[in-house]
């Protein structure tokens, strides 16, 4: 039996000092690490009392499609689905610094492989992606696993639930900033996935991009969050934000 080819790619651009290419074939595979049960959602992630709500399972009424028409994705029994062809949606509200809860779950038939199983991304300010994937037993280019900062940094850990079973992303946001057209504080983030910590404090080299080096264009202080529609019917609950405010504030 011929071997089979690793996902990924061989001949995109080096990352800025890294080794590695923009999802690079030979990159090491983040580790698999079991999370724990999975928990309710009252437990695990209903809203605090500051939070500001995108999506209570509802409707889409704080949603858009790429153009701010109505969003048309599918919703029934407290989450929204993927519906087909109907493109990415984002939220209306817009913010930057932040801290960010997101419940998914990609689909119990699994079909495809690699990129192809469960896709979907969280785009915070509409620009860059933390992966949604379905990579239970599904290896792809380490740099598009779950959690990964597309086509920049695999995470440190892959703690994938079964497909079908909710996963839970808790992140922290720091937007960049910039003076005078240039970016002078880069983004950074941290990220959990069902309890286990994927990246800390990392800093982003730009906007996530497929094959590209990213790149920082300057853009608003605030952005949405936008989700992806890549052809497969990925599903989202119980999806909150709370500014992050300076201390000290009276």
Known sequence: MAEQAKPGYSDTPLIPNSKYRVHDCD????????????????????APSDAVVLFDGTDLSGWVDKDGNEAKWKVENGYMEVAPKAGNIKSVAEFG?????VEWASPVVVEGDSQGRGNSGVFLMGKYEIQVLDCFENPTYPDG??????????????????????????????????EDGKVVS???VT???NGVLLHHDKELIGATTHKKVGEYVPHASAGP?????HKNPVRFRNIWYRPLGAYDQE
């Open 27 to 46: 990159r090491p595979q983040p580790r698999v690490v079991t999370p724990g049960t999975e928990s309710t959602q009252e437990a695990a992630g209903a």
């Open 97 to 101: 610094d932040c801290q960010l809860h």
């Open 145 to 178: 696993t779950t959690g990964g900062i597309y086509g920049q940094c695999p995470p440190l850990a892959n703690s994938c639930r079964k497909p079908g079973e909710w996963q839970v992303y808790d992140i922290i946001w720091i937007a960049p900033r910039f």
């Open 186 to 188: 880069p983004a950074r």
């Open 191 to 193: 990220v959990f996935l």
């Open 225 to 229: 969050l936008e989700l992806q529609d």
